[in-house]
């Protein structure tokens, strides 16, 4: 019998959020995206899990200092722009 693949734990899954809008705002960055536009570009506005796992890793983002959040405005920090070009674009 087959076994089935493990679904990926909280964390595992909190962290693939966090790295899909790292990169996303980066990638975005220098057009300034706001909370809203950052649920509609990577979920469903409409389903509150989808929001609410977005804005969660917002925060934590925020937190770890590599976004910025003023109001709505979510934009990467220099030390998020500075890692994003040593760790991916000279890859």
């Known amino acids: 019998m087959q076994a089935k693949p493990k679904a990926a734990s909280p964390a595992a899954e909190d962290l693939r959020d ?3 809008i790292f990169v996303h705002v980066v990638e ?15 979920g469903d506005p409409e389903d509150f899990g989808e929001r609410d796992r977005i804005e969660r890793a917002v925060r934590e983002l925020v ?4 976004l910025f959040r003023s109001e709505s405005v979510v934009l990467p920090t220099r030390t998020a722009l500075r890692s994003y070009e040593l760790l991916v674009e000279a890859a």
């Not at 975005?28 to 990577?42: A, G, M, N, V, Y």
């Not at 937190?63 to 590599?66: D, L, T």
């Open 18 to 20: 966090e790295r899909a």
């Open 28 to 42: 975005t960055f220098p057009e300034t995206l706001r909370l809203s536009e950052l649920i509609r570009d990577l």
């Open 63 to 66: 937190r770890g200092g590599v």
